[in-house]
């Protein structure tokens, strides 16, 4: 999807799936479902948006019926978003030479959703699926990278975390027992402040969790890129 469309993508997928079941328009149903999937044709025929991800037109359907059930899921959706804006500003599709290399940014995306999953931090809506998930925030980051107007630093935790990683790390090799207790500490005192406030449905012991998948993932980010720092 053009970045600088799937916004406008996302909200009218939203309006047309919360519209309450109306007569058909413009050829298209009046089912919340198949109003999307009309949508999305229509779409890639006036090029708003083009066929990605190697998707035939039919997958590219189902896949515009995700993303508008992600997006009417309120919890996971501003998860994605939040996420998305914090690799695109702190883990950029490049490497520490400035040369391009998005494969490293897809990997350290594919893996946060992952952990976000597996930490309760993110929850898969139904009726979509975890690939089609990766791929809304693979376009949100995508979208993000592509913007240079002036921004707030969104990806200042993923740096703190991976900070740590740094401190603990010598002659090249990581002290992740070090790294990881370090961290523990960090979200403990957070929550024990009241600077990071949990759901009830999230334990600290689980955002501790997800904290250190996340130094994993920048540090692999790191390595992929030649940085020496986020």
Request: net charge neutral; charged share 5%; with cysteine.
């Amino acid at each position: 999807m053009n970045p600088k469309n799937i916004t406008l993508a996302g909200v009218c997928l939203l309006l047309v799936s919360a519209a309450p079941p109306l007569r058909a328009q413009s050829g298209c149903a009046s089912a919340p479902d198949a109003a999307v999937q009309c949508f999305v044709a229509n779409a890639v025929h006036s090029n708003l948006v083009t066929l990605q991800y190697g998707m035939t037109m039919s997958q590219f359907k189902a896949y515009g019926v995700s993303v508008s059930k992600i997006v009417q899921q309120q919890p996971t959706a501003l998860a994605v978003v939040g996420l998305a804006s914090a690799v695109a500003d702190a883990l950029p599709p490049t490497n520490a030479n400035g040369s391009a290399n998005p494969t490293a940014q897809t990997a350290a995306v594919n893996s946060i959703v992952d952990a976000g999953i597996a930490n309760d931090f993110i929850t898969v809506p139904a009726e979509t699926n975890v690939q089609h998930l990766k791929w809304f925030s693979l376009d949100l980051v995508s979208a993000m990278n592509a913007n240079h107007g002036i921004l707030l630093s969104p990806g200042t935790m993923l740096r703190v975390i991976d900070s740590y990683v740094v401190t603990a790390t010598t002659s090249g090799t990581v002290n992740w027992t070090q790294a990881n207790s370090s961290i523990a500490a960090l979200i403990t005192n957070f929550a024990s402040a009241g600077l990071l406030k949990l759901p009830a449905t999230i334990t600290t012991a689980q955002a501790i969790q997800f904290a250190q998948s996340l130094a994993q993932i920048t540090y692999a980010y790191r390595t992929a890129t030649a940085r020496t720092s986020l």
